[in-house]
């Protein structure tokens, strides 16, 4: 399925999770490349080593989990929007996930918009926490969005109402 949609199947991408031990300890990225192509902005971004591209730019990026703050630069620079950082540390009933949203209109924090997955379909209502959209994020805003935790493996995307 992955090969002609795009779409990664669930274990594919409960694959790229760190555990939940480390996702409650505090904010950690999730690195959601698939594929061996030529690209390694979020090595070259992370001034952590949380991530590791190899020698061969084609190599698929590894997360080391020790290393990472979940500081979301990565996330800013990835072109293929592959990236999120996830944090379950702030409670034990909700997450907070922060995805990168190239759409207008922006959402502002404490809207509630609607949660969508890796096809676009609604999952749940969540909470907009934060908006980061700084100038060295090259146009590639960050929102902090707060859902409830057993959405944390669907939640990919947001959208918001015009």
């Known amino acids: 399925m992955f ?5 990664p199947s669930k274990e594919m991408v ?3 999770f760190p555990s939940i031990e480390r996702i409650n300890k505090g904010p950690v990225a999730v690195v959601e490349c698939y ?3 030529p690209c390694n902005p979020c090595e070259t971004a992370c001034k952590f080593n949380g991530i590791n591209v190899g020698d ?3 190599n698929i990026p590894v997360l080391n989990i020790d290393n990472c703050t979940g500081c979301a630069v990565c996330l800013s620079k990835c072109p293929g929007l592959a990236i999120m950082v996830v944090d379950g ?4 009933e909700n997450v907070q996930i922060k995805i990168p949203y190239e759409f207008l ?10 949660g969508l997955d890796r096809e676009g379909k609604y999952v749940a209502d969540v909470t907009v926490v934060n908006v980061l959209n700084p100038k060295s994020f090259d146009r590639t ?12 493996y669907e ?5 918001v109402e015009a």
Do not use: C, F, H, M
């Open 3 to 7: 090969e002609k949609t795009g779409i």
């Open 14 to 16: 409960t694959g790229k």
């Open 35 to 37: 594929k061996e192509i």
């Open 56 to 58: 061969d730019i084609n």
């Open 89 to 92: 540390s702030k409670s034990e």
């Open 105 to 114: 209109p922006l959402p502002e924090r404490g809207d509630i918009v609607r």
């Open 141 to 152: 805003p960050v929102i902090t969005i707060e859902a409830d935790r057993k959405y944390i």
């Open 155 to 159: 939640l990919r995307n947001i959208q």
